[in-house]
């Protein structure tokens, strides 16, 4: 990880709405959750930073429960998966998970594969109380998802993390133990 500055809440909601339009038609926008997930990060972390993450940093990323978009499978349990867990799990079952989870497969399969935009990460789980996803989490420090799980799973699964990757996160909380 490349610690590239401290930033203002206004910065990371304004970085987070230029890509995550509320309003936007498509199955199962939850880009309005995501920003109030973001909020919640906020009040209870207080502080922000700007960074660039690695191949290495992006794959041990915790991901709190996910229930697939309605699907039937369930992709992340509640006690969370990495990123590397994930697209394992995801990877042995591509053909019956795009089946039975339409919509999240959807979503992972749309990942633009052109670019990496921005995801929000947090230095621990943060209580949300309308989402219990991170409540069970057996990880709950290090880099734990806000927003971005869909395109992490993609990149990964794609082959687009290179050793050289260089992704722009925006991470809530103290990350002193990380310098």
Known sequence: M???MKVEFDEVLAQFRSEHHADREHE????????????CADVQLRQ?????????????????WHISEGGNIKLIPKSGLTVEQAVEKLSSMKDRYAKESP???????????TQFLPIFLSTKAITAP?????????ITEGLVHLDG???MIAWELNGLLTDNAQVEAYVAGNLSFYV
């Open 2 to 4: 490349k610690i590239v």
């Open 28 to 39: 199962a926008n939850t880009n309005r959750q995501a920003e109030e997930i973001l909020v």
């Open 48 to 64: 922000w930073s700007k960074v660039f993450l690695g191949r290495q940093d992006i794959l041990r990323v915790t991901l709190p």
């Open 103 to 113: 919509v999240c497969w959807n979503k992972i399969w749309r990942t633009d594969r």
């Open 130 to 138: 309308y989402y219990a996803g991170y409540t069970e989490l057996d």
């Open 149 to 151: 799980l869909h395109r």
